[in-house]
């Protein structure tokens, strides 16, 4: 019998469910959202939003259900009859903040859009982290050296049931640049599309498309955004024009797109009958404007979307307005060895912020202020000139590249990726500027599309790993403007670190457990991860100095479940212990609160026990007072042979098996790489020994757990 949220969750099946903070915001079809709704669900908060089997029985309809009901009810009556004049009105985002750049002359009919504008190509992007919304870019840009007119989309600003007029443009061809997440999931911005197409309410005969797929090989979904938007305009009548594209982000993604780029426009030209023209496509996006006399609250100084945000915090906090949160803990969990992993803590009281375990927290991190100071040196600017890049192109929805006016240490320190890789249509840009002709040709050489270009690409670029900077240091003749660097390299992107605390002990305080990033290149270099050697900075002083963090917390499914007495088995070696640290303390309180707590078991997996063995004073004394059943140790570095945790999960086959078939819920996190995908492998052969089943049985009992939420990963790599 499911659990009153539970039919709440099923009765609202076809809309999408967001909880923020506790309360829930039941999101209708036609973009009508009714917010915030139901506030008394708060008390739902700390249970799993996944339905188990097995859950206790309750009777039918309980009278909570019946006011749930009822109130739906009512919903959908008001939506019902006020549904034309919702539809005037703005539209509640998901996040709650609309999107900076939008124009007063916003208008969702991208068909309008391209008619108005000329424009015969539109590119989507389903982008989180802004890969796909960059290649998608550079499709738009390339449009020009064939004599189309490209304009890039982002699909939840659009009104996607417009694609079916696609045909009245001329040599009309919609691009999709798809980035897949989390169990082959769309990212945020391309989640009403999903839904649409899923409806298949649509036809879409002669509407042309082409799409490519952003993935990383390292996940059990590889690409399946990608190939399930390829198949499913197939089905719903649009005409491929090219195959779909896969990029890879586990290898080389920028030689994946740039390969099928390469292939993608002369199979466009044969399409259209349209020929190369060799129009130039260096094209400036952004104009400068340089300020001599602005007030210094007009300037941003890090700030993600809204001015002084920072000074004048207010909530709901979220990505486009994080939290400045005071850090209270910063310690070393490692005892010995050369690596550091640290535990800190981040202050949320006051701040209103609600977190689960197993959630994770966004961290806007600033770039190393030398690396910034060496970019200016090198490049002779002065990096306090307060500047403003406004897009040329009227009808984009982005109108700045970031948060400005501002100064270039601003932008280079808060806003721009200084430490990536450059992709090649970057370095094609810097070949212009440089003065050199060795210089330039050599850059031209780097991001040709032969087979020479990209192996020296892969060669000198990524393998090296030269950043911005280094390339600046290496080739000393390019000579290229800074604002023309600031609108090419990409945006700095928040990292999500499991948070590593429950709020049931502490809800003021959101903790994380982060390794530090810092290695060698093959130049000798020193390369420091931005984030981790930014936090490592920020100590708590003993004169009560404050350092402060902006953060926000991102929901995840990755949860206990509901029904407490179920067992559970968590997996996870190195960083990959914290979400396992929040549900431990989690399931200790509910102890101490008298519920009935399953087997809870451990696996965990370091390096050498006298140098990485994190937590070990918490675990033992979660053994001691029995929250923890069972701890499996594997400290791979301990012996000759390595032993890893899915050797010790398969010694305890039987024991794992017999979890299972009770209804027992198995947690992994860390490695997306190797571990995750062993332990998977393992998992398999257990169900096949102990449970008697084929392979592709096992498979099925696998694809059964992860759909009731009893086999969840929180992996990265
Ligand atoms: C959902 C999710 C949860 C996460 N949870 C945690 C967590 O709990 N704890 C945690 O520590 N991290 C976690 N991470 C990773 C975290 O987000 C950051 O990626 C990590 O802290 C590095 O950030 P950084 O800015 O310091 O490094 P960056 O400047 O981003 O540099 C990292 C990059 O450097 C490269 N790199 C790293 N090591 C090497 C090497 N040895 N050789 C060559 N290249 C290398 C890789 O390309 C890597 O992506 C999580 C990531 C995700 C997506
Ligand atoms: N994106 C980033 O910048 C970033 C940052 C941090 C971590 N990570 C990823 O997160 C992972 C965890 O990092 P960490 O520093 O916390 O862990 P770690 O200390 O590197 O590894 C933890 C334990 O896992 C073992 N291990 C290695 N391969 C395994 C496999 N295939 N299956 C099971 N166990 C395995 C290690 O053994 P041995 O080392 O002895 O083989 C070690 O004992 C890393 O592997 C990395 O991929 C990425
Ligand atoms: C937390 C996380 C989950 C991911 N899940 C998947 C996945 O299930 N399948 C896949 O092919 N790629 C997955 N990826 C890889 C991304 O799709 C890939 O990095 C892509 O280039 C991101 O594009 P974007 O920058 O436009 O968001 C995942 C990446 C992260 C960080």
Redo the contacts with the bound molecule.
Sequence with gaps: MQSARARLLAVVDAYRCDHIGGTIILVLPSNIRIAPALPFLGRMSDESSVPVDGEEAAPFLSNLDFFILSLMAGMAVYWFFFKNKQKEQPTFKKLSVAPLSRSASYDPSFINKMKNSNRNVVVF?G???????EFAGRLAKDCAGYGMKGMVADPEECEMEDLSRLTEIDNGLAIFCM???????P?DNAQEFYEWLQTGDVELNGVKFAVFG????T??????MGKYVDKRLEELGAERVFEVGS?D?DGN?EEDFVTWREKFWPAVCEHFGVEATGDQVNVRQYTLTEHDDLPAEKVFRGEIARLRSFDNQRPPYDAKNPYLAAVKVNRELHKGGDRSCMHIEFDISGSKIRYEAGDHVAVYPMNDPDSVKAIGKRLGVDLDKIITLTNVDEEASKKHPFPNPCSYRTALLHYMDITSCPRTHILRELAEYAEDEKDKEFLLKLTSATPEGKSLYNEWIIKSHRTILHILEDLPSIAAPIDHICELLPRLQAR?YSISSSPKQDPTSIHITAVLVEYETKTNRTIKGVATNWLALMKPAENGAVHRVPIYVRKSQFRLPFKTALPVIMIGPGTGLAPFRGFLQERHYLKTEGKPVGDTILYFGCRKSAEDYIYEDELAEYMKNQTLTKLHLAFSRDQEKKVYVQHLLNQNKEETWKLLEAGGHLYVCGDARNMARDVHDTLMNIIQECGGLDSSRAADYIKKLQNKGRYSCDV?S
Excluded: V
């Design positions: 992007y982008s989180q982290t802004g890969t796909g919304e980035a897949t997440y989390g169990e082959g999931d990212t952003l993935g990383n090989k996940y059990e979904h590889f690409n399946a990029g982000d993604i999500y990265w």
